[in-house]
């Protein structure tokens, strides 16, 4: 893929995937003693030790870890590098990664490197852009920006970011926080639903009169709730099987559910209708009768 160094005032003929090398002038760099490790506590300070320097409104920043406590860090606002690109006639879309020159380049301290007619110069390793009628006593370089090989450390650009302000910035983000507090409140309704079978549930063992002591159904909703295609095929078998009982007014002794199959215990009145009745769904593992009880074990 073609590396292409964005600088100020140049335009290009753009048709295929480019990788983008900042120019110094479309960012500010320092190097930081910073004596925290965390990287979540990092990019809370950083900007905090540019502020130094400039106002760090409509910013954004990026650091690179040289040594323990020592980062090289990069202050930019996206929508000068997006401004940039549109001058240099490189549609973003054309813009797979972004790098900055200062650390893809690979240099000596007090070297000159030269693009374009455009110097530069290492200082206390940091990489800073020199007029060009400047004459100093030092070994001049041209950059060869196609041989450079690049790191891992590439920023990303919004592109809207070009359009929205920060002010805009907050409003959508109200917004968003307001959409979120309202999809919150729906979830709270929706569990107020769930919490709704355990009633259903208990209407059922009245209806079909099922004994509550020989079926331990909220036990098995809360154990299986967070399962629920389990939960509901559960059900679904349960009132299948009950929906049997009540039509021919047969007895149901017992219900057990475990590891996903279903127990059940018939009055034995005809063996022979109950398992065709079940076995219209379901696929009956055992069947046993025993002093007229009829024992059926159904996968669910």
């Not at 003929?13 to 500010?28: P, V």
């Not at 900007?47 to 040594?67: C, Q, R, V």
């Not at 997006?82 to 972004?98: G, S």
Request: glycine share 0%; with cysteine.
């Amino acid at each position: 893929m073609k590396n292409i160094l964005l600088q100020k005032n140049n335009k290009y003929i753009i048709n295929e995937d480019i990788n983008i090398i900042l120019s110094t002038e479309l960012y500010s760099v320092r190097i930081f003693d910073i004596p925290i490790e965390s990287t979540k506590e990092l990019k809370l300070v950083i900007p905090d030790f540019f502020e130094e320097y400039f106002d760090i409104t409509e910013y954004s920043f990026y650091h690179i870890k040289l040594e323990k406590h020592k980062y090289l860090c990069f202050a930019y606002k996206q929508n000068i590098i997006l401004e940039n690109l549109e001058k240099a006639n490189i549609d973003l879309k054309f813009v797979k990664n972004i790098y900055f020159l200062q650390n893809e380049l690979k240099y000596e301290n007090n070297n000159i490197y030269k693009y374009n007619e455009i110097k530069y110069i290492y200082k206390d390793d940091l990489l800073v852009k020199i007029p060009s009628n400047i004459l100093l006593n030092s070994v001049e370089n041209d950059i060869e920006i196609d041989n450079i090989t690049l790191s891992k450390h590439n920023i990303f650009l919004n592109k809207s970011s070009k359009y929205i302000d920060n002010k805009s910035a907050y409003i959508i983000s109200f917004i968003l926080i307001v959409f979120t507090l309202f999809n919150f409140y729906k979830m709270s309704i929706l569990n107020n639903q769930i919490d709704k079978y355990d009633q259903n549930l208990d209407t059922l063992k009245q209806k079909f009169e099922v004994p509550s002591s020989m079926i331990q159904t909220k036990s098995i909703i809360n154990e299986y709730k967070s399962i629920g295609n389990t939960y509901q095929e559960y059900l679904d078998a349960l009132e299948y099987i009950l929906s049997y009982k009540h039509s021919v007014n047969t007895i149901l002794n017992d219900v057990e559910y475990k590891n996903n199959k279903l127990l059940i215990s018939f009055e034995n009145k005809n063996k022979n209708k109950i398992e065709s009745y079940i076995n219209k769904k379901y696929k009956i593992i055992s069947s046993k009768v025993y002093n007229n009880i009829l024992s059926i074990e159904v996968k669910i």
